[in-house]
């Protein structure tokens, strides 16, 4: 199974080419789109050639989810801990974008890892702000604190008009994820895949994992969500998260790999989706070569039929030829 990085790959190269050749005044206007409908922009101009402007818009929130300001809550809390004194967030932020960062690249640190570490960060400023909420509650539950919202539906949005929902309580965090797709064929990939998934977690080098139901009906645990909500044409998944799982630095894997579950499906299903394809083009390529060996060879035939001449013979000729 592959995991998906948690930094942009474009957003981190982007950074470190501006920090690298910073005495040289140049201009950027990128945009680019990534999975999941995120969309980022990003701005250097040539009389501030030190300062870097990123905007980021997130996916549209379906109506369950809790945005302040266009932010999922706790997003402006995470991006003040994650980047401090280097990032200043702009309010408003530029139009048709949900944050705008300022980025004064000139008070990273002079220590070339901790500088690093920080663009990387701040490459990963999707999983700072949509995974967010997911943070405050498995925060309190490493904690043993109890959540404001204990026991309560807590909707968080992943994908355009789509959400997977948290049920917090004092020694677990339940995560239901309503699993749609749009093809017919990743339907039912999708849910071939996510049973394997399940029965996968039974082995017993993964007794620590968390634990992983799949059913093609609500769980109980989904009672009082929006009817919208409730409609997956691939069944629904629940993962039950307890303290150890956010131990450390197991905070961030675990948000991370929550916050973009419904990401890694989908690319493992388009995977196999590709490789079967590409058995069956070859399965088909071998049964032709297969037919084309048991064709008889015309060209040969041909050949040999054209080479054979025959020529009329006269009565007189012929009866000759019969006596000699």
């Known amino acids: 199974m592959i995991l998906l990085q948690s930094h942009s790959r474009f957003l981190l190269q982007t950074l470190l080419n501006r920090v690298h050749n910073l005495d040289k005044a140049v201009e950027l206007d990128y945009n680019w789109v990534e999975f999941d409908d995120v969309r980022f922009h990003i701005q250097v101009s040539l009389k501030n050639s030190h300062?870097?402007?990123?905007?980021?818009?997130?996916?549209s929130p379906p109506a369950e989810a809790i945005f302040f300001n266009g932010l999922p809550f706790g997003a402006i809390e995470s991006i003040k801990a994650a980047y401090g004194v280097v990032v200043q967030i702009l309010d408003p932020p530029k139009d048709g974008f949900n944050l705008t960062l300022k980025l004064n690249l000139s008070k990273l640190p002079p220590d070339e890892e901790y500088r690093h570490a920080i663009l990387v960060k701040i490459a990963s400023v999707r999983e700072v702000v949509l995974g967010a909420p997911l943070r405050v509650i498995l925060k309190?539950?490493?904690?043993?604190?109890?959540?404001?919202?204990?026991?309560?539906?807590?909707?968080?949005?992943?994908?355009?008009n789509e959400s997977f929902f948290l049920v917090p309580q004092v020694e677990k965090v339940t995560v239901v994820y309503p699993m749609r797709f749009t093809d017919s064929i990743d339907i039912v990939l999708a849910t071939s895949f996510l049973q394997e998934f399940v029965e996968a977690r039974r082995t017993a080098g993964l007794n620590s994992a968390p634990s992983c139901l799949w059913s093609p009906s609500p769980p109980p645990e989904l009672e009082g969500a929006p009817a919208e909500a409730l409609s997956a044409n691939a069944g629904f998944v629940t993962f039950v998260i307890f303290p150890r799982h956010v131990e450390g630095k197991k905070l961030d894997r675990t948000v991370w790999s929550l916050s973009t579950f419904h990401a890694y499906v989908s690319y493992h299903v388009k995977c196999s989706e590709g490789f079967m394809h590409t058995r069956m083009r070859r399965r088909v390529e071998s049964l032709i070569q297969?037919?084309?060996?048991?064709?008889?060879?015309?060209?040969?035939?041909k050949k040999?039929?054209?080479?054979?001449?025959?020529k009329r013979l006269s009565l007189n000729e012929a009866r000759t030829n019969s006596k000699s």
């Open 290 to 301: 297969a037919l084309d060996r048991a064709k008889p060879n015309v060209e040969n035939s």
């Open 51 to 59: 300062v870097l402007l990123l905007s980021v818009s997130l996916p």
């Open 304 to 310: 040999t039929a054209q080479s054979r001449s025959f």
């Open 140 to 160: 309190k539950l490493g904690s043993r604190v109890v959540a404001p919202n204990k026991d309560r539906l807590v909707a968080i949005v992943h994908r355009p």
